[in-house]
């Protein structure tokens, strides 16, 4: 298996907590909601909104990373069989 870069273990840390707080953020609204308290409730909404957006912002970044992966592995492949000319 190979090495996870540190970008690719940030990613992965912060979609975790992306998240983790959409369901903190979800809960606090219901609680909010069920007591009849609007700034709970607010709170809460706006903590999962935040969550949701940090969320699809990294899987948007995955998406496009993976979708380009087999490409640049293509071109490292080709470019070891044919090496582009060297100019002299």
């Known amino acids: 298996m190979a090495n996870p870069t540190p970008e690719s273990i940030v990613e992965v840390v ?8 959409m369901i903190v953020g979800g809960a606090a609204g219901m609680v909010g909601w069920l007591s009849q308290m609007n700034w709970i409730g ?5 903590v999962a909104v935040l969550g949701l957006l940090i969320n699809l912002y990294f899987q948007v ?4 990373r993976e979708h380009a992966e087999p490409y640049v592995r293509w071109c490292e492949r080709t470019a070891d069989v044919n090496p582009p000319p060297t100019r002299s």
């Not at 912060?14 to 707080?21: D, L, R």
């Open 14 to 21: 912060v979609a975790s907590v992306a998240n983790k707080g």
């Open 61 to 64: 970044r995955k998406d496009r």
């Open 42 to 46: 607010i709170a809460g909404v706006a």
